[in-house]
């Protein structure tokens, strides 16, 4: 694997900042009319600026997610896999889990097409 465009981490970057500040109008504004992105909260997949939305927005008023993206590196079938800090809290603050996940993107046209999730190996420093 090696390191993706600059401009596609930059792309990520914005999308992860604006996902965090739960300005899904921004986040959205990065991706196709077409996204595909999973619903790990509750399963399956929802497609579309509209779906995503509401998906995140219902999320949002139960869980209080934080991801943090901390290495990135561009697949053979030019797809990116983001490894990525999650840390998901209740309302109330309390901690729900503390992981690293991978997240795999298709960017299309400088826009995010799709993301998919993926369990991230153990990084050294977890032991």
Known sequence: ??????????LLRAAYAAFNARDA???L????ETVAWPRAFKGGVVRGPDEVRAYWKAQWNE???????IGFALEQDH???VQVH???RDLAGT?????????RFSIVDGQIESMEL??????????
């Open 118 to 127: 993926e369990v991230a190996p153990r990084r050294d420093d977890d032991v």
């Open 25 to 27: 109008d921004a986040a």
């Open 63 to 69: 869980i209080d997610p934080c991801v943090e993206p």
């Open 86 to 88: 999650q840390v998901v």
């Open 1 to 10: 694997m090696t390191e993706p465009r600059t401009s596609h981490i930059e």
């Open 95 to 103: 901690t729900l889990a503390d992981d690293y996940v991978g997240h």
């Open 29 to 32: 504004a990065l991706m196709t």
């Open 79 to 81: 797809r990116i896999l």
